[in-house]
């Protein structure tokens, strides 16, 4: 089980001097702009500056006409340095989001304003009118939409990328360089050679689950009695974030479906049960092809807090041998608290007579999509390619999951000639994807038309800040580069976002085979994308 990490401002904390003096260059020219359009502004109108924290959420991109770079730019930033560098040159704000100056004006003036932002406070026609809000205050991170300068130059990509790529660190490589905004390829480098992508294939499998389900998914798992038998079945719904544990941090409770469960079996009368548990959601070997690794679990339909066998919530661990019947033992044990008896649990299926009487279930997809590319959790990425097998039709084992994956994505229109999905973790070698591909999934999360892909962006690391990239970037790049990483023996790949230095967000992917040298690899990868960070390029 992986518990929700800390919201960004506790885990940023300790960087934020850091991080705001490696972002504060080119967020003053945003602030600049802000400045001088306040400034001429009429005395009627005055721009209002909305909430930075929205700009990171993927809420704010549903019911809106904004261009692609326009709110998908929060998404490739870290939060917590924009919203301390750009508030300390921009000026004094409230808790709303608009300058104090203009709300003091505004109550001066016997306008709502402040946050009523369209409500008329009274019913008469004198009741006064609020302020209108204004545009963006991140519009292309460079100031106004007149002012951004155009996107780089490929050629004067390939001038920087070209020597740096040429590392001898990275062997066979491939790589793709899109901007956000049109979509169009700005770099490529054996951009259609399908390559072994390591981790990177949990972006592929993030746009097929939530293209497939929607970002408001959730996953159930629940207790059903068989009204004849007595036979109480624990029905997994393949929900890899279930937890036994005191604290369930917002996931789903397995403590909780066992009150609901024994409370309704005191209401029928039942104090004494036959248990049981159903994997049966999945079909297929249970057993990576990698064989028993600490970095994955068996992928069975029930299990509590990842099968692991300590109090860690990430990371490699010795996993229990079987999750489903472990996990069933604890719920008998959370019942017999209640007063409930039960026998030892086996397996089972519940009927389609079977009463529900209690159920859980997870966080919404989005939620569960941003905690895997985060952290690269490998149990969550394997649960969500069988949900996306279950969700399309086909059969919900590794081979199945891996034919729903490259439909899902197909049938988004991407280029998947040369990509083959034999899991949803990239622990498998026989994994291809191409560096276009990878572009093309993160393109396609920025379509204003997929707004429910927006958490394949939201829940990439930030470098410096957050999950997988949070050592790393430290001197260069750090809270402009969002990306997931992937490392294998002889492999290292890299595919997120970052921002210019004009304010352009570009995606970008960069896959590396048969490297003998995995930290001089890994140096070569991170010294490109902080070059693309540090490139004007035109």
């Known amino acids: 089980m992986v518990v929700p990490e800390q919201r ?39 721009p209002r500056i909305t909430r930075l924290a929205r700009a990171a959420k993927p809420q704010v991109a549903r019911g809106t006409g904004l261009k692609t770079w326009q709110y998908t730019t929060g998404a490739a930033i870290a939060g917590l340095a924009l919203a301390a560098s750009v508030v300390t040159a921009a000026g004094p704000w409230d808790s709303s989001g608009q300058r104090t100056a203009e709300r003091d004006r505004a109550a001066a003036q016997e306008s709502t304003g402040g946050a009523d932002h ?6 008469t026609a004198r009741a006064p009118r609020p302020a209108p809000s204004a545009a963006s205050v991140l519009t292309g991170l460079g100031g106004t939409a007149n002012t951004v300068k155009s996107a780089p130059n490929g050629r004067a990509l390939a001038d920087v990328l070209d020597p740096l790529l040429n590392d001898s660190a990275l062997a066979r490589h491939a790589a793709a360089v899109v901007d956000l905004a049109t979509g169009k390829q700005l770099y490529a480098s054996g951009a259609g050679e399908a390559l072994t992508p390591a981790s990177t294939t949990k972006i592929a499998t993030a746009v097929a689950a939530l293209s497939a389900m929607g970002a408001d998914h959730r996953l159930t798992t629940r207790a059903a009695l068989e009204p004849d038998t007595k036979e109480l079945v624990l029905v997994g719904g393949g929900d890899p974030t279930l ?23 005191k209401k029928r009368g039942l104090r004494e049960v036959t248990l049981s548990y159903d994997t049966t959601l999945y079909a297929g070997p249970e057993l990576h092809s990698i064989g028993e690794n600490p970095n994955l679990a068996l992928v069975t339909a ?9 109090d860690s919530t990430s990371g490699q661990v010795k996993r229990v041998q079987d999750p489903a019947a472990d996990a069933t033992r604890t719920f008998a044990d959370l019942l017999k608290d209640h007063g409930i008896k ?31 590319l985060t952290n690269s959790d490998n149990d ?42 034999k899991d949803g973790s990239g622990l498998s ?18 379509d204003p038309a997929h707004p429910e892909l927006r958490p394949a962006l939201t829940g990439l690391p930030v470098a410096g800040f957050t ?3 949070t050592s790393r970037y430290t001197d260069g790049a750090a809270g402009i580069v969002r990306a997931k990483t992937g490392t294998l023996t002889g492999v290292n790949a890299l595919a997120g976002t970052v921002v210019d230095q004009d304010g352009h967000l570009l995606a970008f992917a960069l896959l590396a085979s048969d490297t003998t040298d995995p930290e001089a690899a890994q140096k070569a990868l991170d010294t490109a994308a902080t070059a693309l960070a540090s490139c004007g390029c035109r």
């Open 8 to 46: 960004p401002w506790r885990v940023a904390k300790p960087h934020v001097v850091r991080i705001a003096n490696a972002v504060r260059p080119r967020l003053a020219r945003a602030a600049d702009a802000v400045r001088s359009r306040v400034e001429r502004a009429t005395a009627a109108v005055r």
């Open 380 to 421: 969550i990425a394997e649960a969500l390619a069988r949900q996306t097998a279950v969700a399309t039709g086909e059969e919900a084992s590794f081979d199945g999951a891996g034919r729903a994956i490259q439909a899902q994505l197909k049938k988004l229109g991407l280029p998947v000639a040369g990509a083959h999905f």
């Open 342 to 372: 039960t026998t030892a649990p086996g397996p089972s299926k519940a009927t389609g007579r079977a009463d529900a009487l209690a159920t859980v279930q997870s966080p919404p997809l989005s939620a569960l999509v941003e905690r895997m």
């Open 429 to 446: 070698r026989d994994d291809r994807i191409t560096a276009g591909l990878l572009t093309g999934l993160l393109s396609k999360s920025a």
């Open 467 to 469: 999950g997988t990239l």
């Open 243 to 265: 937890t036994a544990r005191e604290d369930a941090e917002g996931w789903a409770s397995l403590r909780t479906l066992a009150d609901k469960t024994a409370a309704a079996l």
């Open 118 to 123: 369209g409500r008329h406070s009274g019913t």
């Open 302 to 310: 029930l299990m509590a807090d990842e099968a692991r066998t300590d």
